[in-house]
């Protein structure tokens, strides 16, 4: 059982270029989200999918994108890379239909730098 | 909306003490999940232990406790003989539960532990 797997785990980007983060999970979950983690900061929601084919806003989805065309999948794209955008990325799973207040486990992160 | 307050930045205690990590947060709800992750220099992010806010009982997993008081709106953690490997960030985190899945986590701004041989 590999849980939710994230893709690049390191990856350094010139301004401008774009490029998509790759997340996947085996749990069959029907939610996953996106965080990012700065410095002295916890982390803050990006984007989020209740299930294939839903996507909503989290806190802080400016310059990203988000599809949900499965429920193993949910890729994050940085659509013009900023510095700003440099940060730590976790994308996260939970809920798998059945109850409510599940624990949500995350992936090991990527870091993203933006030159 | 939740906000969650971590007021000590950083933390270190002998190997073997117990040390407790504070923090409070602020919201409407009465039935909500609170949660507390360590984050080691690897940067993954483990779940140490959940509270369920209707749970009268605070939630204890080996040598990780917490102090759950609803009324005051504070959610400590506990480490009791606290070893090497509990080195890291720890955060806390607050969950508004959901039947459509959608069920956010609201984090604090973590407290990095160091706990000294």
């Known amino acids: 059982n590999a849980g939710v797997t994230q893709t690049p785990k390191f990856q350094v980007l010139k301004t401008g270029q774009s490029m998509t983060l790759q997340c996947a999970q085996d749990?069959?979950?029907?939610?996953m989200s996106w965080y990012r983690q700065d410095p002295g900061m916890g982390l803050r929601l990006i984007h989020y999918s209740v299930g294939a084919g839903i996507t909503d806003q989290g806190e802080v989805p400016n310059g990203y994108n988000v599809s949900r065309s499965t429920t193993e999948d949910f890729p994050l794209r940085l659509l013009s890379a900023a510095p700003s955008q440099t940060s730590v990325y976790f994308c996260a799973s939970s809920y798998d239909g059945q109850g409510v207040g599940n624990t949500i486990y995350f992936g090991e992160g990527s870091w993203l730098t933006v030159v | 909306a939740q906000t969650v307050t971590q007021s000590q930045p950083e933390m270190s205690v002998q190997e073997a003490e117990t040390v407790t990590l504070s923090c409070t947060y602020d919201t409407s709800e009465n039935n909500y999940y609170l949660f507390w992750y360590k984050q080691p220099p690897s940067r993954q992010m483990i779940l140490v232990i959940r509270q369920e806010a209707y749970k009268q009982q605070n939630a204890t997993e080996n040598r990780f406790s917490v102090n759950f008081q609803k009324a005051a709106k504070s959610f400590s953690l506990k480490i009791s003989d606290s070893q090497l490997g509990d080195t890291a960030m720890y955060f806390c985190a607050f969950m508004k539960p959901s039947n459509f899945g959608n069920e956010k986590l609201t984090f604090g701004t973590g407290t990095r532990l160091t706990i000294i041989p």
């Open positions: 749990m069959n979950h029907e939610y």
